[in-house]
């Protein structure tokens, strides 16, 4: 049962652009949503997170949008480097914790230059 | 060492046999996470370790897989009669309390031929 869902899988954007990461949630009981980019080869980095009492987060060129009546929330990378290029995955738990944390299936993100 | 280290990185074996996967964690660095990544999926949860609590398996699949942490520190995940679908990436992480960030370690490639 997959309760985390990611799109799309794929993406590729022209460095500058700003790459939009889409997730949707079933479980109203998450209220952390943690964003996690992995490299080749490298096991994933914690991005940036977000709890529900809040609709965005920025950090540095990252932001996270969070849309609780919807369920939904997203990644956006503005003005984006190839160095960006990786896979992204969004991820929630509830407790404000780490334990079980539920994943989305990823996104490859490309940026060309 | 300042991250997670994983051992060994890449792990061939034949389908029936035991495997051992070993973590070290983040000194001083309280909980420990097991998770799976399948070809194409996102993370699985496996089992989590917090101080000397009882761990939390309840994302084992199979009571083939089997997990212990010795002294609070380096954790060892088994795997009993391995089959082919145990093929994938098994990430450990490591985080100061439960509710701090998640470090990951590049993780051992199972394969099982």
């Known amino acids: 049962q997959q309760q985390v869902k990611q799109s799309p899988q794929s993406l590729i954007v022209q460095k500058g652009g700003i790459p939009i990461i889409n997730c949707a949630y079933e479980?109203?009981?998450?209220?952390?949503f943690p964003w996690y980019q992995q490299f080749p080869g490298k096991g994933p980095a914690l991005l940036i997170a977000?709890?529900?009492?809040?609709s965005e987060k920025k950090e540095g060129r990252f932001t996270i949008s969070f849309n609780k009546s919807a369920k939904q929330f997203s990644l956006h990378i503005m003005d984006s480097q190839p160095g960006d290029s990786a896979t992204y995955f969004c991820a929630a738990s509830t407790d404000f914790g780490n334990e079980k944390l539920t994943f989305g299936t990823g996104t490859r993100l490309t940026i060309i230059p | 060492g300042a991250g997670v280290s994983q051992s060994p990185s890449n792990k061939v074996t034949e389908k029936g046999k035991d495997v051992e996967l070993r973590c070290d964690p983040i000194?001083?660095?309280?909980?420990l996470y097991w998770y799976r990544q399948s070809l194409g999926q996102g993370l699985e949860f496996l089992i989590y370790f917090q101080g000397n609590s009882a761990p939390d398996k309840s994302g084992l699949p199979s009571d083939r897989f089997s997990a212990e942490r010795t002294g609070g520190s380096v954790s060892t995940l088994t795997i009993q009669r391995t089959q082919q679908e145990d093929s994938a990436v098994y990430l450990c992480?490591?985080?100061?309390?439960?509710?701090?960030?998640?470090?990951f370690g590049n993780g051992t490639r199972l394969t099982v031929t």
């Open positions: 977000i709890r529900p009492d809040v």
């Open positions: 479980n109203t009981a998450f209220d952390y």
């Open positions: 000194s001083g660095h309280t909980a």
């Open positions: 992480a490591s985080s100061l309390v439960r509710n701090s960030p998640l470090h």
